[in-house]
């Protein structure tokens, strides 16, 4: 039995329009994104001075914000990479293993550069540590953590 060595120009084409569709969308949403941003900024400099806590929820709604546009910024230009190596002829083979990435993985995660059993190398499963209490804020590198009284 022979593996094929890349994805056939037709398969190409298939993986291309799903990578274009996609990265129309991210586009529209970091879009939106950044226009949220501005809108906040006008809003803040309109209302110096104003109240601690509603300028604080500001920061911190900006601070959120930047964080998504820059995951969404990635993303657009994984797409677009994608799309890089579709012309290369080169979408859908592993960077670890050379082989081909099953189908099924780049129609859920065209951008993907790696197969699952490589990517499943790559990055050990987390562990959980379940004798101690959970939190939704973890500290972080360097801090100390917040010890409740």
Aim: with cysteine; net charge negative.
């Amino acid at each position: 039995m022979t593996t094929k060595a890349r994805y056939s120009d037709e398969e190409l084409e298939e993986f291309k329009k799903i990578i274009l569709e996609k990265l129309e969308f991210a586009k529209s949403e970091l879009e939106g994104i950044e226009q949220q941003m501005m809108e906040l900024r006008e809003n803040m400099s309109d209302e110096q001075g104003g109240d601690w806590f509603d300028d604080s929820s500001i920061h911190t709604e900006i601070e959120f914000l930047t964080k998504l546009a820059e995951r969404q910024r990635q993303f657009v230009q994984n797409l677009e990479l994608a799309l890089v190596r579709i012309k290369n002829k080169s979408y859908g083979i592993c960077s670890v293993t050379g082989e081909l990435i099953d189908k099924q993985r780049l129609m859920l995660v065209p951008h993907a550069t790696k197969s699952v059993q490589a990517k499943e190398r790559e990055t050990p499963a987390p562990v959980i540590d379940h004798t101690r209490p959970s939190s939704h804020f973890e500290p972080e590198d360097g801090e100390e953590p917040m010890i409740e009284e």
